[in-house]
């Protein structure tokens, strides 16, 4: 497009929209929700979302949308916002994301969209217009109103599908191939689907009540959910080739690490899946009214600097632990976690304890842990990823008092359905597939999310599932591989 | 091979000892594909908790599979509550790595108490593989043996050894290893499923005598997938994930002692759990 169209299109009060702040989140008190396992971020008011919308200055060739994963059509549903039309917006974003409640969530907008919104650049600037939070706003409006329009669905291709699990690749792949008339069916493992949204990412993050209807707008699209359901053991997939035409297989990045340090088997020291599960899937924080239990501990030590980190920590100051430490090797700087994870935890009180790692725990008669000794680490030269590499400093050992551990450094790929499938190629543990189409070695067999890219974020696993579906409706228009 | 979605309902419930029940549950999916020495993970109604099961037989045909359960907690009392007809919420499975069958001429399969119901699957597979199958059964007392004719079935001979010398031969499994090699000589593999330390005495007795050891263990476990990492042993000094690498290990290489005070990490809660439970249980509301 010609320079001409973009002043055309440029709104006449760009002064104005620029002086436009940011409209901060609204947040439960850090005290009061420190305790208690409610949603954290309560969502803009009407008022806000409106400012908020307005900040957007109509860029010609817009940025963000290449900056989102799944590629919304952010200025879109932006301007239906700011001229009020909310209905209008939720239609936008539902033609690119499944998820749209999820995603204004939990999404690192910072890093994607935000990133590359123009209103965010140069030295005046109020910071890039809130999108997540836009999103957010819109999808938890179209939820308030029920019964949001089922979207259109083509006639019946005569084909179907199988997907293994119910994460967000998963879901993300269902929620294309339903539409364009495949048969669809996804095998859970566990009994609830919904993947890391359900065991993982804690209440007072993502409500359980949002996922539950964003998945119950799949259902009603036709995609049946079979829970309980084990690819790999009660089905392989080989055997779910002669039912199905064909395969995606998202089933996660489930297999937690461990650093392989002494008392690492202490009773107390968890993964922070483990944790997390309990937590979450079974509702220990209501302990004894639900009946799976997890240790409450006084003093918490949590390693890892993760988003998956953070939760665990919060969840840990929520059970009641009047001291929750967070231990990463690193700096600040290097932390992987979202800087609004980051700054709850901070605000909540979790204690940061930077360039730290634990070289052993230690415990009791009874077999449970006590402690943590770390040594102090610092920074070396950059390692492959461009990250410093932490060094240990000789001599700093030092201990820490924990009652309770979370080891959340990283999860490998679930085993599963690489041992169980003959012939499919992975590369450690990881399916390898396709960047575009997420095509495996397997004929017919599709995969994406963190089975095969390690663990990333939920919109990452969204696009992925998304291009698999792309590429799955080819496969089974031409039949070519 | 279909694909069921039907109900995990109980077609039998049967008593076998004090505390100790047999049920056969509709589960077809797993009926169809489980194999010797896996289990299945059950959640008995919302809000209860995640565990695992072996499977102790199973009906392809009529789509079935057996459990057989001791009363010991809140969860195993909840399923205790249920009747013929009732519905499990969550079945799922078959869980773990099945028994490695191999081409064996003498194998001991020993099951303590509540483990003589996961050894059953065991010594059918390995008679089926030609194998001469001697089956101990142990128990404190009498009253606490069950699948006398089960065994039987799956096994060329069955030996019965009490504590109290109530029925069988007075004894522990340990006697029982001691008294087979010294009648028979040789033996290639023993399978020992039971109590901690059960397994733990019988792995020491066997190392003594060179005997090569399988042992099933049945710790404490979350989604049973490998992705939680609760149910982690230490076997030959490394961490492994009982759910995906087990639930059968070396019995020679098995830290019993570490498994031990890992089992007993819920035991305040749930002594907390199961009093809820039955208060919830005397006001007639779910707990």
């Known amino acids: ?481 | 091979m279909q694909i069921f979605k039907d109900a995990h309902r109980i077609l039998e419930r049967r008593d076998l000892a004090p505390k100790v029940t047999l049920y056969r549950v509709h589960a077809p999916n797993v009926a169809a594909s489980r194999k010797a020495g896996q289990f299945v993970i059950i959640r008995v109604a919302e809000g209860g908790e995640r565990i695992p099961l072996t499977i102790a037989d199973a009906d392809p045909a009529q789509g079935s599979i057996t459990l057989v359960v001791q009363e010991v907690g809140t969860s195993t009392a909840r399923l205790a509550a249920l009747k013929e007809g009732d519905v499990i919420a969550d079945v799922a499975g078959p869980l773990g790595s099945p028994t490695h069958i191999e081409n064996l001429t003498t194998v001991v399969c020993v099951g303590g108490g509540i483990g003589i119901a996961p050894v059953h699957p065991i010594a059918q597979a390995y008679k089926a593989a030609g194998a001469r199958v001697i089956s101990v059964l142990c128990a404190r007392t009498s009253d606490l043996l069950f699948f006398r004719d089960e065994m039987a079935a799956a096994s060329d001979e069955v030996r019965v050894y009490t504590d109290d010398g109530s029925e069988g031969k007075k004894g522990l499994a340990t006697d029982a290893i001691r008294d087979l090699v010294a009648e028979y000589g040789t033996i290639d593999q023993v399978v020992a499923i039971g109590p901690v330390p059960m397994m733990k005495f019988v792995s020491l007795t066997t190392k003594e005598l060179n005997i090569p050891t399988a042992v099933s263990l049945n710790p404490v476990m979350v989604d049973g997938t490998g992705m939680c990492g609760g149910c982690r042993v230490t076997v030959g000094g490394h961490a492994r994930f009982v759910c995906v690498d087990g639930p059968e290990f070396d019995g020679h290489e098995v830290d019993f002692d570490e498994m031990t005070r890992r089992q007993a990490l819920y035991k305040e809660e749930e002594a907390e759990s199961l009093q809820h439970f039955h208060a919830c249980a005397s006001e007639g509301v779910r707990a």
């Open chain 1, 1 to 481: 497009m010609s320079e001409k169209t973009e002043k055309e299109r440029a709104p006449k009060d760009l002064k104005q929209r620029y002086a436009t702040v940011r409209q901060e989140m609204p947040c439960q008190d850090p005290s009061a929700r420190a305790r208690n396992f409610q949603e954290v971020a309560l969502g803009l008011e009407i008022e806000q979302a409106l400012a908020e919308a307005y900040r957007c200055i109509y860029c010609t060739k817009p940025d963000c949308i290449s900056g989102c994963p799944v590629g919304i059509d952010i200025p879109g549903f932006v301007h239906k916002v700011e001229a009020g039309d909310l209905a209008g917006a939720a239609a936008i974003l539902r033609e690119s994301t499944l998820l749209p409640a999820v995603c204004g969530r939990v999404c690192p907008q910072e890093e994607q969209c935000e990133a590359v919104c123009k209103v965010g650049r140069g030295k005046a600037t109020k910071g890039p217009v809130a999108i997540g939070r836009l999103e957010r706003y819109v999808a938890d409006w179209e939820r308030a109103q029920g019964n949001a329009p089922a979207p259109v669905i083509a006639d019946p291709t005569g084909k179907s599908v199988a997907i293994v699990g119910s994460g967000p690749a998963g879901l993300a792949c269902a929620a294309d191939l339903a539409r364009a008339g495949h048969k669809v069916v996804i095998f859970e493992a566990l009994h609830k689907p919904g993947g890391v949204l359900v065991y993982g990412i804690p209440e007072f993050r993502l409500p359980k009540a949002i996922v539950a209807a964003e998945i119950e707008g799949l259902q009603r699209m036709g995609v049946e959910i079979i829970c309980n359901f084990v690819v790999g053991l009660t089905r392989t997939v080989d055997e779910l080739l002669e039912e199905f035409d064909s395969i995606f297989v998202g089933a996660g990045a489930g297999l937690p690490y461990f650093m392989d340090i002494p008392g690492e088997n202490l009773g107390g020291v968890y993964s922070a899946n483990e944790y997390l599960t309990r937590v979450n899937l079974m509702g220990a924080y209501d302990f004894p009214n639900n009946d799976t239990p997890v240790v409450r501990g006084k003093r918490v030590a949590v390693v890892g600097g993760g988003n998956v980190a953070m939760d665990a920590a919060r969840c840990a100051l929520r059970l009641g632990a009047d001291e929750v430490r967070l231990i990463y090797r690193r700096s600040a700087d290097e932390m992987p976690a979202r800087a609004e994870e980051i700054h709850h935890a901070e605000e909540e009180g979790v204690v940061f304890t930077m360039l730290t790692n634990p070289l052993r725990y230690l415990g009791d008669e009874r077999g449970r842990v006590t402690g943590v000794e770390c040594l102090k680490m610092e920074l070396g030269e950059p390692g492959p990823d461009g990250r410093r590499k932490p060094v240990e400093v000789p001599g700093s050992e030092h201990l820490y008092a924990a009652d309770t551990v979370v080891v959340a450094i990283g999860n490998g790929p679930n085993p599963l359905v690489p041992r169980t499938t003959p012939g499919l190629e992975t590369n450690r543990g990881k399916i390898v597939a396709q960047g575009e189409t997420g095509k495996t070695s397997v004929k017919g067999v599709f995969a994406g999310g963190d089975i095969v890219l390690g663990a990333a974020t939920v919109i990452l696993a969204m696009g992925a599932g998304r291009d698999a579906a792309r590429a799955i409706n080819e496969y089974l228009e031409t039949g070519n591989w």
